[in-house]
């Protein structure tokens, strides 16, 4: 399983997105993780489908949609059906929202969309070693969900590397994707435990230097 870096575009600067994603381009970041928040799920309201229409059109690194909603049963299949034939590579909900799992996978992966299931920093893993079947990634929020910048949440790592354990032990090849707080000086603490894929917000767009930045972090991760 290859490890990557994926760049938090809510952390950006959004009087600049254009000259952000010119830059975001020359990097080797494989998605562009793209945080829909409501208000109610997460204190925090943030982009949309205005937002996701303008960017699919300045850049051709693979979305990866996160959806911190109240009701992601309902969000999610608008968003599929006008999405579908776009650069969306993946879309996460959260298991604390969604009430049918299996049936909101079905719906996203017919469109040939990746489904991932989401846990908050206070929620068991096994929320989702229940759901396995239905899911083609794994995030483990290490902070909590809401606002870019915060410092990770230490116990988080250990979540990870206790999935990591259960995968390996039940020859899952499930990726692990982990976000919030992920910067050069703490990430090889998750690649030590067991992630795959790092989502980092602050820790690229608050760099001097995207390219250096994420190459520095792919040599760690890899």
């Given at each position: 399983m290859n490890n990557f870096i994926a760049a938090s575009i809510i952390a950006a600067d959004f009087f600049s997105l254009e000259n952000e994603y010119k830059k975001l381009n020359q990097t080797d970041i494989k998605w562009v993780h793209f945080d829909i928040m409501d208000g109610h799920f997460v204190p925090n309201i943030t982009i949309g489908s205005c937002d996701?229409?303008?960017?699919?059109k300045k850049t051709n690194i693979p979305i990866d949609i996160h959806f911190m909603v109240d009701n992601p049963d309902y969000i999610v299949p608008l968003f599929i059906k006008n999405y579908s034939n776009k650069k969306i590579s993946n879309v996460s909900v959260h298991v604390e929202s969604c009430q049918n799992i299996k049936k909101l996978s079905n719906i996203v992966r017919k469109n040939k969309i990746s489904f991932g299931l989401a846990i908050n920093p206070n929620t068991s893993i096994n929320k989702i070693i229940n759901n396995l079947k239905y899911i083609d990634l794994a995030l483990v929020m290490t902070v909590k969900p809401g606002f870019a910048g915060q410092k990770i949440i230490q116990k988080c790592i250990n979540k990870v590397k206790k999935l990591r354990n259960y995968f390996d032990k039940n020859n899952i090849s499930i990726p692990i994707q982990v976000d919030g707080?992920?910067?050069?000086?703490?990430?090889?603490?998750?690649?030590?435990?067991?992630?795959?894929?790092?989502?980092?917000?602050?820790?690229i767009f608050n760099t001097n230097n995207y390219i250096k930045t994420v190459n520095k972090m792919k040599k760690i991760v890899e």
């Open positions: 996701l229409d303008a960017i699919l707080g992920i910067k050069l000086e703490n990430i090889s603490s998750l690649s030590d435990a067991g992630a795959n894929i790092y989502v980092s917000g602050t820790g």
